[in-house]
């Protein structure tokens, strides 16, 4: 019993991680049905964010980190909404194909730029050491993680409810057209919409340099887990993806307690598959333009 107790901090660390990562996911495929492949590289594009201002803040790189790699993964996936993925609106297999080609260029460039082999950033000296939680150990990194992911999961809120540009999102996200004949500028929407999702992949990077190395196919290990998060959860629904986050982490941690690391995916695509085929919408539904 104790053992399984054990794994609860883990399954929540590996939950927040998915989520993390998962958040700018949900609304760039659930309001304009982009399936962007380059996501993963955009996470990519956070982690080496954080590398390169080591050199200037040394171990408080990763904080400083946070607000440049919003920025700098924003303003990457701004750059490709506009330049590409803009004209393919409405033929989801060919942005899968097109964002999958991007993703291949990005991994290219990051290996022109930094190097093949993997990297590290050095974490923030008051992030080393673990506290006891639930009769196990779990390092100060997973629990900046979970709290990182929890505010990001609340600022995300405020900004759908509490502002003026998040209610036109959820108005363009409930019904596109309806929207646009009352006046909201839905090309400007989605803009705002994939420079936001963008910039949460960046700050995902940057957590995930806390509990690995950065590499150039560091985003490619994680986009298979996002998309499962974004499906099961439900297109565009912020609840739905932090559900849905949560369950495939504690199957991860559980899975991999009970088997081992490659047995434990098995059951979680298993598991997913089941669910998918009960509910092929997901835990939620929401009307967008992916559903239309």
Request: glycine fraction near 12%.
């Amino acid at each position: 019993m104790e053992s399984l107790l054990n794994q609860l901090p883990v399954g929540l660390s590996i939950g927040a991680v998915l989520l993390l990562i998962a958040l700018g996911l949900t609304f760039t495929f659930g309001q304009m049905g982009v399936i962007n492949m380059a996501h993963g590289e955009f996470i990519m594009a956070g982690a080496y964010t954080a590398y390169m201002l080591q050199d200037w803040f040394h171990g408080q790189a990763v904080i400083v980190a946070l607000p440049v790699a919003f920025v700098v993964a924003g303003t990457l996936g701004w750059i490709l909404e506009r330049a590409a993925i803009r004209h393919f609106y409405g033929r989801p297999l060919d942005t899968l194909l097109l964002t999958w080609g991007v993703s291949l260029v990005l991994q290219q460039a990051a290996r022109d730029l930094f190097g093949a082999p993997n990297v590290q950033v050095t974490a923030p000296s008051w992030l080393s050491g673990r506290v006891e939680l639930l009769g196990g150990n779990l390092p100060y990194a997973r629990l900046f993680i979970m709290g990182l992911a929890a505010a990001c999961v609340v600022g995300i809120w405020a900004y759908m409810n509490r502002s003026r540009q998040g209610r036109r999102m959820r108005a363009v996200m409930q019904n596109r057209e309806l929207a646009a004949v009352s006046g909201v500028a839905t090309g400007r929407v989605d803009q705002l919409t994939f420079f936001i999702g963008s910039g949460l992949a960046g700050v995902a990077g940057v957590a995930l340099t806390l509990i690995g190395p950065v590499g150039p196919s560091l985003g490619t290990y994680y986009i298979v887990d996002a998309f499962l998060v974004v499906v099961a959860g439900g297109l565009g629904q912020l609840r739905g993806a932090v559900i849905a986050a949560l369950a495939l982490g504690m199957l991860n941690s559980y899975g991999e307690f009970w088997t081992d690391a490659s047995l434990a995916k098995v059951i979680v695509f298993v598991v997913i598959v089941g669910f998918l085929q009960v509910r092929p919408q997901g835990l939620f539904v929401l009307r967008s333009r992916a559903l239309t």
